[in-house]
């Protein structure tokens, strides 16, 4: 899949517990990056084209017991398909760089850990259905309780996950630490507790060196 895509092309995602300021910061990036001259597309999951948008409601609202693990699984993997076909191919293929909130390591942590040990189903779906990983992935990383007052802040309908708490949010952070050591090559940990400014300017140098 890789091999035909414009040199310019670039699939960078982000990653971090609830609140990490994973929004924040592929905002400040877009602008980066725009500014020099980029042709740059934010999307984020679950979401980013109009189907795998219905999709999102379906997960993140209302009652979170009427799935079952294994089909709340299915239901983002079918997402992230859509979002692939739809959004993100099409843009890579037109040599854009793609910044996306959240991806497949967001499916292997909270489906993959919350709810039992369902890694493996995660996986394998993943290479059956995506079979795609990102260039490169920023992973925002901070306390849980930072991350958890931000977000309870925002007041959003995504209540759901967020509602999960501390003990979880803990479980995810050192998922997530566990998935960089895994992914080295594609991941790069960056420490979400300072000032934007400071945040921003470490991961703009992070992808600086990726684009060269
Ligand atoms: P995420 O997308 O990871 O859930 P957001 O970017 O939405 O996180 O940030 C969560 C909240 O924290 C927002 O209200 C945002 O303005 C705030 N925030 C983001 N980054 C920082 C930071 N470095 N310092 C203080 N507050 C921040
Ligand atoms: P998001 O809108 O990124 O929330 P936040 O800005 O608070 O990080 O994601 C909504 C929730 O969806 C988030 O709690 C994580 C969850 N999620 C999954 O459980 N599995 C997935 O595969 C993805 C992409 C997200």
Redo the contacts with the bound molecule.
């Keep these: 899949m890789t091999a035909t895509l414009p040199a310019s092309a670039r699939f960078i995602t982000f990653e971090?517990?609830?609140?990490?300021?994973?929004?924040?910061?592929i905002k400040r990036l877009a602008a980066y990056l725009t500014d020099q001259g980029h042709d740059v597309v934010v999307t984020r999951e679950p979401g980013g084209s109009p189907g795998a948008e219905e999709i999102r409601a379906l997960v993140l609202q209302g009652d979170p017991d009427r799935w079952s693990a294994e089909t709340e699984i299915l239901l983002f993997t079918a997402a992230r398909r859509d979002h692939l076909e739809r959004t993100i191919l099409p843009a890579l293929r037109a040599g854009k760089i793609v910044l996306c909130?959240r991806f497949a390591d967001s499916t292997r942590m909270y489906q993959g850990l919350s709810r039992g040990n369902l890694r493996g189903i995660v996986d394998q779906l993943h290479e059956l259905m995506i079979g795609r990983e990102p260039d490169l992935t920023i992973l925002?990383d901070m306390d849980p309780a930072v991350?958890l007052t931000?977000?309870l802040?925002?007041q959003t309908l995504d209540e759901r996950f967020e509602a999960f708490g501390e003990d979880l949010q803990i479980d995810m952070r050192q998922g997530f630490l566990d998935l960089a050591k895994e992914f080295a090559q594609r991941f790069r940990v960056i420490d979400?507790?300072?000032?934007?400014d400071t945040?921003a300017s470490d991961i703009a140098a992070v992808v600086d060196g990726e684009l060269v």
Excluded: L, N, W
């Design positions: 971090g517990i609830d609140g990490s300021g994973k929004s924040t910061q909130d925002i991350g931000r977000a802040s925002r979400g507790a300072r000032d934007m945040v």
